[in-house]
């Protein structure tokens, strides 16, 4: 079969110059098939492989890892045989006229500008969250995710401790040869049956939303790999209830509106500050707890298309008023899918209000890889035993999921227990 030589070059990566090349995926002597990434860059904002133009046999590279490169620059030379380049109309170079060869080939590739790393989805975020972190190209991530590893698992070997395939392929084998079965740790479950529900009845079938879906797999995972406790408890808010109605009226006419998840917040944070190891991620080594210095709370919204949490910054800094106004334009935007992804991404610990509709208690699933989640029930009044008599109390129902890694039993007991003070004086929360 004829060969000839193919030039690759940096095809147009938008309006990026002198971007640092941080991975070389291929060798001279390598098959690459048309699409197979070459190369990977990393700007600032985004990192982007390089695909082959069309497949061939890598002959000579005209770069290294940490070369900074423009659009046009050389990358490295291809054998090629007859086969299909990955867009129509490529032009083959044969050995002479390699000389007059000009960075104009470089149109085979496609540009990379809209290959940016994915924002992560907030509300199950654990994955993304950490995919990012993990600082792996994207090649590497789809490697990962074909084999079906999290990459915040893997320690990388690459340059500023980037994952490279090969760290990937050591984790998966390592995990393949751990024992499996009922002694060895690895979960098994029996197969769901395939059922006709038609042979019962008529039936409709609706396709789940992009969101649920999303969100139904970082949730199983959440729920399947964390040891979840759900302590609950309850807090007596008969003074902030009067306390809240009194600011609704004075607030009424700014159309501002106060519900109790605005004392939540405050509480919440005061916990936090009080007891640090709620405000904490597990590193991917999951040796060492990242504590966090900043306090910004997710808020679970119950949106048309399924569960979304935006996250609510910096609330230590922050008023009743001002976190009032807050949640009720988030939700408003959470409810017409008008949240970026940005806006759901960086919460330390998330609050699931369920009160507005109902109930007495439930467990949240923890939104990873924060390592607690409060879920608030319905308030009602009941009768307390106070200095000898019982006394009617509006006693609200508080259910904290936390991670069993990283949270005690007796930890999460001091937090709710702090938190249910916290809001039976919120004299406290106002200063
Ligand atoms: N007890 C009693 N009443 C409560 C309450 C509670 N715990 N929480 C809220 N209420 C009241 C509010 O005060 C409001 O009544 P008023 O207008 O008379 O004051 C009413 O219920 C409705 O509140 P709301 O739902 O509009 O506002 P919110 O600030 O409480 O909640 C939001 C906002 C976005 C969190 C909520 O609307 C929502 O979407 N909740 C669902 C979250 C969810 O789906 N979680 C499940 C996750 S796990 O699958």
Known sequence: MA????????????????????????????????????????????????????????KELKIKAGDKVSEGALILTLECGDMSPLLSGADTLSPSQRADQSSSQSTNVPPLSKNVAQPPLKSADMSAHSIIKAHASPSIR???????????????????????????????????????????????????????????????????????????????????????????????ITGMEAFRKQLNEEYARQGIRITPLAFLLKAVVEALQQFPEFNASLDASRENL??????????????????????????????????????AEISARAREKRISAA???????????????GGTAFTPIVNAPEVAILGVSRASMKPVWKGGKFEPRLMLPLSLSYDHRVIDGAAAVRFTTFLAQALSDVRRLAL
Request: charged share 25%; with cysteine; hydrophobic share 45%.
């Open 142 to 236: 789809r490697f990962a995710r074909e084999l079906g590893a999290d990459l915040a698992l893997i320690k990388g070997s690459g340059v500023k401790n980037r994952i490279t395939k090969d760290d990937v392929q050591s984790f998966v084998k390592e995990q393949l040869s751990q024992p499996r079965g009922a002694a060895g740790g690895g979960l098994q479950v029996a197969e769901m049956p395939v059922v006709d529900f038609a042979q019962f009845g008529a039936i409709e079938t609706k396709p789940l939303s992009r969101i649920r879906k999303l969100s139904g797999a970082y949730l199983h995972r959440n729920w399947v790999t964390i040891p979840h406790v759900t302590q609950h408890d309850e807090a007596d």
């Open 343 to 357: 806006e759901m991404q960086g919460g330390c610990f998330t609050i699931s209000s369920l009160g507005g509709i």
């Open 3 to 58: 060969t000839t030589i193919k030039q690759v070059f940096v095809p147009d990566i938008g309006k990026f110059k002198d971007v640092e090349i941080i991975e070389v995926l291929v060798k001279a002597g390598d098959t690459v098939q048309a699409g197979d990434a070459l190369i990977t860059l990393e700007t600032d904002k985004a990192t982007m492989d390089v695909p082959a133009p069309f497949s061939g046999v890598v």
């Open 290 to 327: 990242v504590l966090k210095k900043y306090f910004h709370i997710g808020v679970a919204v119950d949106a048309p298309d399924g569960l979304v949490v935006p996250v609510l910054r910096d609330v230590n800094q922050k008023g009743l008023i001002q976190l009032a106004k807050e949640l």
